[in-house]
């Protein structure tokens, strides 16, 4: 048997490839892990991370707005984007180094430098050749620009997040999850915010009650959302750029964000001459122990095309390092992964859609109400949060819950569990109300809503 440099050797240090290291780490295995760039990834160093610190910045607009009538009376509030820029940079500075930390104290070793495969079992990599039994490709994914003329104008989520000053208009076209969480974060910042959506609504994919709610919210602050919208061209000018659409409208602003969609980080890593199969969209093609078409060499996480979440990558790189390192063959469930849209207000969504369910299931009840929370009493605010549960008629278990509102992603989380170990309505109905709280709705809805 050839002697390996490592038993395990990792391309790109993210999520998936970090957390997939170091279990197999744990367990005894000699590991390298190989990173071009910064230590943690697409999740902690360009999104999942810097968003939410830029959407809580965003949301203090909401704090001082329904601060009066509570009694208080801020001062004229002022956002200074180049302060928050500096301390979200020193945030990730900080948790960059504690995920090189975590791979030192692991005992992985880390070489900086891009990895290319040059046969199954060695990477070249900072201008060396490393060895190993396993190679696990865990590169992730990059932002895609729209294939239209000067398309080059756009600027995408990655440059976002560094932009040297708040632009005054921005134009988004998209109307997905980067779309609509950036569109919300700088409305809150005042930036005046036109999204050009080429769908019939926002958010592919998610249940249709959420999609027409959120737009309604987003719409109430200041969101224009132009929906069956398609880009002609993209012409950039000192004064700044201009969308034209396909029907002659014309969007100007200083900033242009393409968030048009990701795709997996396939090229240049030598995949496709050692055998590996891809797909067309550049997603590696794996089973479900997320095995590649050579032996040795495994994927996970974006680069795979199967569910682009953070904590699915990290799942997968779990399940891969416990197969082939602890001897305990495990494979994840795609089955009710819940999912947020750190918008304002946020979407939480788990299970399956009201038009999924029908699909599915045939006959299914549907309870949908919704209200204005208490705290939009006195402050005035109109804003109503929408909850929704999907219930399969025949067995009376719950499908699919959905909720666009303040503190859905926490809600849903905890619903998840229940919607995971089968939980039946009449057991929702059973669950005593938190009161007063808005999540309480999910355990106070009676009537189900008539079959349209
Ligand atoms: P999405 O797939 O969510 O959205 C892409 C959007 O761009 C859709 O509205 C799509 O329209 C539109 N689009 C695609 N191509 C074009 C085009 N040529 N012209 C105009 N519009 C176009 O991708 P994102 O980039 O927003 O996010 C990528 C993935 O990252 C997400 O799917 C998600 O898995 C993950 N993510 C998760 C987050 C979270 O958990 N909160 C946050 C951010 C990202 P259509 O719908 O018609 O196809």
Redesign the pocket.
Known sequence: MAAFDYDLFVIGAGSGGVAASRRAASYGAKVAICEDSRVGGTCVIR??VP?KLLMYASQFRDAFEDAPNYGWSPHAPAFDWECLLANKNKEIDRLNRIYVDMLAKSGVALITGRGRLVDPHTVEVAGRRVTAKTILVATGGR??L???PGAEHCIT?NELLEMPTLPREMVV???????V?FASIFAGYGTKVTM????EE????FDDDVRVHLAQEMRKRGIEIHVRT??ERIDGGPGGMTVRTTIGQEFSAGVVLA????KPNSGGLGLAEIGVRIDADGGILVDGFSRTSVPNVHAVGDVTNR????PVAIAEGRAFAETLFNDNPTDVSYANIP????TTPPVGAVGLTEAQARRAHGAVDVYRTTFRPMKNTISGRDERILMKIVVDRASDRVLGCHMVGTDAPEIVQALAIAINVGATKRQFDRTIALHPSSAEEFVLMREPVKAP
């Open positions: 999104g999942c968003k932002p895609v729209p294939d239209v989520s076209i998209g109307g997905g999850y980067i779309a969480e050009l959506v080429r769908g926002l958010l592919t994919g398609r880009i968030a048009t969609g990701r569910v682009a979440l953070t999912t947020a849209v750190f």
